[in-house]
């Protein structure tokens, strides 16, 4: 089962960012954006970790923090999320239990690593499948190698990278901004819409049977593109 996180936030250009990013990185993820609506949705079930940003329309996160580390008794793990770095909110958000504090702005991966690093300290793992299968093409994703008909198919850095983002999202349509986005944080290097087109025709020339007319990744007119995955 995968590890689900809420992130309580009331910016919705972050909420969609680390929405994206974090279930890029298999975790589910769930958001609220205001301490009414989160103290309900605690009151219905757990998660095994809380995103909580400081300051939110009818409160702060503290509030939410308080109210949770009462009445959970599983503590679940909690990393404030705040534009404000005064060591005396810091102190504070420390003391009321939380486990590690992040200021805005902050990279994407540096909060990745942080939250896999208070999961471990929790004792919590993401558990992660060693292999995924979509028809005849596998994924080893402990070896980062993708097979065709049981053979190697050689993949390029940033070919493997834009096949990891779809398979993660398997059956979900992605904006060419969202894989664009994606590959650069990534990868860091210079890549515009045309040059996602030719990644996109690669991939299908190797992973696809005929790929004139693709099974697994395909075109969704107007939108973008999904890994097609019969379950």
């Known amino acids: 089962m995968l590890m689900e996180i809420l992130l ?5 250009s972050i909420i969609m960012g680390l929405s994206f990013a974090l279930k890029q990185e298999g975790f589910q993820v769930q958001s609220v954006g205001t301490v009414k609506e989160a103290k309900a949705l605690l009151n219905q079930k757990t998660f095994d970790l809380l ?12 509030e939410v923090c308080q109210f949770l580390k ?6 679940t793990p909690v990393i404030f999320l705040t534009a404000c770095d ?19 702005p902050f ?8 939250i896999k690093s208070v999961l471990r300290r929790s004792g919590k793992t993401q558990a992660q499948p060693s292999s995924l299968t979509f028809g005849n093409v596998s994924l080893d994703l402990a070896k980062a190698k993708v097979y065709k008909h049981s053979k190697e198919v050689l993949l ?24 664009l986005d994606s590959i650069w944080d990534v990868a860091g290097d ?33 939108l973008g593109y999904k890994l097609e995955v019969k379950e």
């Open 8 to 12: 309580i936030e009331d910016d919705s």
């Open 51 to 62: 995103l909580l940003d400081v300051g939110l329309p009818d409160g702060d996160g503290y």
């Open 70 to 75: 009462s009445s959970n008794a599983t503590q």
């Open 86 to 104: 005064a060591e005396v909110n810091i102190v504070m958000g420390l003391e009321l239990g939380a486990d590690d504090y992040i200021t805005k």
């Open 107 to 114: 990279g994407i991966r540096e909060l990745i690593a942080r």
């Open 156 to 179: 390029t850095a940033l070919e493997y990278r834009l096949f990891l983002i779809l398979v993660h999202h398997k059956n979900q349509v992605l904006s060419r901004v969202q894989l």
């Open 190 to 222: 210079f890549v515009n819409d045309n040059t996602l087109t030719v990644y996109i025709k690669r991939l299908r020339e190797k992973l696809e049977d005929n790929p004139q007319k693709p099974t697994l990744i395909q075109t969704v007119r107007g």
